[in-house]
């Protein structure tokens, strides 16, 4: 029996299978052993969501901050632990692991005080003796289903709102990366939820998550994956007309225009590109560089890539850790076959490289001067692969960056007030950087893209009370 349950109704409970937590940096090291929740436990722990959703829905906002301020300063404390825990599992350096683990530290502090501030309107109305009353309610059961890149802080950018909003939480978490997920349901087991308040159910996306899109005591669903769940998860939603949230993927564009500081630009290339080993949806994979800097800027970007470290996530001066998975990596690999086939240059790394230890080492690949049509630009790769391509000019640039099906984050490099701001005006993406990475985002701020990326309303910030409520006109008569 696995040491590490699923949590349902205020009880651990084996599960008859298994997940294996396997560390891609060293594949001979297994984490843990997880309980695998199967359809009948989703099941049982939606009931025990559905069954505590009414009382959680009026309960007192002092309690629901007391617990989530709680769970945050717990995370806080034991971020170092969490982060080494969560490398292990994932594979992302040990600093970006403990950086992701404070994250949702803060988050739920963020949240914690949002519960004190759910906010309504009061309104005149158009009949005399009438006042109307515009208030913020709990939609319910909610469905969480993340992704294995973000292992702790993509679940608490969910979990927290959720339950700040006065929902009840059905969490169920990628199979790849149990370990931070169970750390942090075991944190909210102990925040003084009542029971069925908060569930977790790891298990497989096709039954366990499959149960929960089925079932019509989940009111909603905040997923973030790959375009092609994220579909699955829009047909079964709106077939049975529950909300949806949707966060998918990226083909982020970062601009470098010939006016830019060029040190800060190769060094947002390089961090938007390559580190969490590209494994973030807000990746810079398209590198669109003002034709008259081009070469230049490759040269520079390519010795710096060249001199990043790939390595053991948690050995000391790695830059670039592991690739996920096999199936990640056999992706990558692909990916790299199908530029060079294509007839993209590939100027340094995409070669596959051992360490001490067995792992997914791969070194950080850079095509230059591609077209932007080429599948390794429309496509997203989510690895360690970054392309350059070339515009004559701004407008071209533009053009280019929003020449994708997706629209999360857009960079540009500049040192133009004009280009900037044209470019903010007419990014077509939900974020839009300038002299920054386009990754790297505030925990206090809507996140979420334009197009493809993304669908429905935001997360994160006061915007997240957009997805987790429900709204309730009061007419009130004399
Ligand atoms: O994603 P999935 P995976 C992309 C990236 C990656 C690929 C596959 O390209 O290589 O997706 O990753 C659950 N009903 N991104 O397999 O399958 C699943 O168990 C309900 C980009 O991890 O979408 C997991 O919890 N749930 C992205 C979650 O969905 C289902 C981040 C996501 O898994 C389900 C992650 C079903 N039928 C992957 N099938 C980004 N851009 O941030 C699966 N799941």
Same mark, same amino acid.
């Not at 025990?48 to 007192?60: D, F, K, L, V």
């Not at 599992?89 to 949002?114: C, D, H, M, N, S």
């Not at 308040?197 to 790891?202: D, E, K």
């Given at each position: 029996m696995s040491d590490f349950q699923n949590y349902i109704d205020g009880k651990w409970v084996s599960s008859p299978a298994q997940i294996q937590n396997i560390n891609p940096s060293d594949t001979n090291d297994i984490i843990g052993d997880y309980a695998r929740a199967d359809k009948a436990q989703a099941e049982e722990a939606i009931a025990a969501a559905s069954a505590a959703s009414e009382s959680w829905r009026r309960s007192n906002i002092q309690q629901r901050f007391d617990?989530?301020?709680?769970?945050?300063?717990?995370?806080?404390?034991?971020?170092?632990?969490?982060?080494?825990?969560?490398?292990?599992?994932?594979?992302?350096?040990?600093?970006?692991?403990?950086?992701? @683990? /404070?994250? *949702? #530290?803060?988050?739920?502090?963020?949240? $914690?005080?949002?519960? +004190?501030?759910?906010? %309504?309107?009061?309104?005149?109305s158009v009949r005399p003796g009438v006042e109307i009353e515009i208030s913020r309610e709990a939609v319910g059961v909610v469905g969480i289903i993340t992704p294995w890149n973000f292992p702790i802080a993509i679940p608490a950018w969910k979990i927290a709102p959720a339950l700040a909003y006065g929902n009840t939480v059905v969490f169920k978490p990628a199979e790849l990366?149990?370990?931070?997920?169970?750390?942090?349901?075991?944190?909210?087991?102990?925040?003084g939820l009542p029971e069925g308040v908060f569930n977790l159910?790891?298990?497989?996306?096709?039954?366990?998550?499959?149960?929960?899109?089925?079932?019509?005591?989940?009111?909603?669903?905040?997923?973030?994956?790959?375009?092609?769940?994220? @579909? /699955?998860? *829009? #047909?079964?939603?709106?077939?049975?007309? $529950?909300?949806?949230? +949707?966060?998918?993927? %990226?083909?982020?564009?970062?601009?470098?225009?010939?006016d830019a500081d060029m040190d800060n630009a190769v060094a947002c290339a390089l961090n938007g590109a390559y580190f969490s080993t590209g494994q973030r949806c807000t990746a810079s994979s398209?590198?669109?560089?003002?034709?008259?800097?081009?070469?230049?800027?490759?040269?520079?970007?390519?010795?710096?890539?060249?001199?990043?470290?790939?390595?053991?996530?948690?050995?000391?001066?790695?830059?670039?850790?592991?690739?996920?998975?096999?199936?990640?990596?056999?992706?990558?690999?692909?990916?790299?076959?199908?530029?060079?086939?294509?007839?993209?240059?590939?100027v340094c790394g995409g070669d596959i490289v051992e360490r001490k230890t067995p792992g997914f080492y791969m070194t950080p690949?850079?095509?230059?001067?591609?077209?932007?049509?080429?599948?390794?630009?429309?496509?997203?790769?989510?690895?360690?692969?970054?392309?350059?391509?070339?515009?004559?000019?701004?407008?071209?640039?533009l053009a280019i960056a929003n020449d994708t099906a997706f629209g999360l984050s857009a960079g540009l490099c500049t040192t133009s007030l004009k280009s900037a701001v044209k470019f903010k005006r007419e990014s077509r993406a939900g974020m839009v950087m300038v002299n920054l990475p386009t990754a790297g985002v505030d925990y206090h701020v809507p996140f979420g893209g334009a197009k493809g990326s993304s669908f429905g309303s935001r997360e994160q910030g006061r915007y997240a009370a957009e997805f987790y409520t429900t709204v309730k006109t009061a007419y009130l008569g004399a």
């Amino acid at each position: 029996m696995s040491d590490f349950q699923n949590y349902i109704d205020g009880k651990w409970v084996s599960s008859p299978a298994q997940i294996q937590n396997i560390n891609p940096s060293d594949t001979n090291d297994i984490i843990g052993d997880y309980a695998r929740a199967d359809k009948a436990q989703a099941e049982e722990a939606i009931a025990a969501a559905s069954a505590a959703s009414e009382s959680w829905r009026r309960s007192n906002i002092q309690q629901r901050f007391d617990s989530l301020d709680a769970i945050g300063t717990e995370i806080l404390a034991r971020k170092e632990e969490l982060g080494r825990l969560l490398a292990r599992e994932e594979g992302k350096t040990l600093p970006e692991a403990i950086g992701e @683990a /404070a994250r *949702a #530290g803060q988050v739920f502090k963020f949240f $914690a005080g949002e519960a +004190l501030r759910i906010q %309504g309107e009061f309104m005149s109305s158009v009949r005399p003796g009438v006042e109307i009353e515009i208030s913020r309610e709990a939609v319910g059961v909610v469905g969480i289903i993340t992704p294995w890149n973000f292992p702790i802080a993509i679940p608490a950018w969910k979990i927290a709102p959720a339950l700040a909003y006065g929902n009840t939480v059905v969490f169920k978490p990628a199979e790849l990366v149990p370990g931070s997920a169970w750390a942090l349901s075991e944190i909210v087991s102990r925040s003084g939820l009542p029971e069925g308040v908060f569930n977790l159910v790891a298990g497989a996306g096709r039954e366990v998550g499959q149960a929960m899109l089925d079932d019509p005591r989940v009111n909603a669903v905040s997923f973030t994956g790959s375009v092609g769940t994220g @579909a /699955a998860v *829009a #047909g079964a939603c709106s077939a049975r007309g $529950a909300k949806f949230q +949707l966060e998918m993927g %990226g083909k982020n564009p970062l601009i470098v225009l010939a006016d830019a500081d060029m040190d800060n630009a190769v060094a947002c290339a390089l961090n938007g590109a390559y580190f969490s080993t590209g494994q973030r949806c807000t990746a810079s994979s398209r590198l669109i560089i003002e034709a008259s800097v081009h070469d230049q800027f490759v040269d520079a970007l390519k010795t710096k890539v060249e001199s990043l470290t790939v390595g053991n996530a948690l050995d000391e001066g790695t830059q670039i850790g592991p690739v996920v998975d096999q199936r990640q990596f056999d992706q990558n690999a692909r990916y790299l076959d199908i530029g060079k086939s294509e007839g993209a240059d590939l100027v340094c790394g995409g070669d596959i490289v051992e360490r001490k230890t067995p792992g997914f080492y791969m070194t950080p690949a850079l095509f230059a001067d591609t077209g932007n049509d080429m599948r390794v630009n429309q496509e997203e790769i989510f690895g360690p692969v970054a392309t350059t391509i070339k515009a004559g000019d701004v407008e071209e640039a533009l053009a280019i960056a929003n020449d994708t099906a997706f629209g999360l984050s857009a960079g540009l490099c500049t040192t133009s007030l004009k280009s900037a701001v044209k470019f903010k005006r007419e990014s077509r993406a939900g974020m839009v950087m300038v002299n920054l990475p386009t990754a790297g985002v505030d925990y206090h701020v809507p996140f979420g893209g334009a197009k493809g990326s993304s669908f429905g309303s935001r997360e994160q910030g006061r915007y997240a009370a957009e997805f987790y409520t429900t709204v309730k006109t009061a007419y009130l008569g004399a």
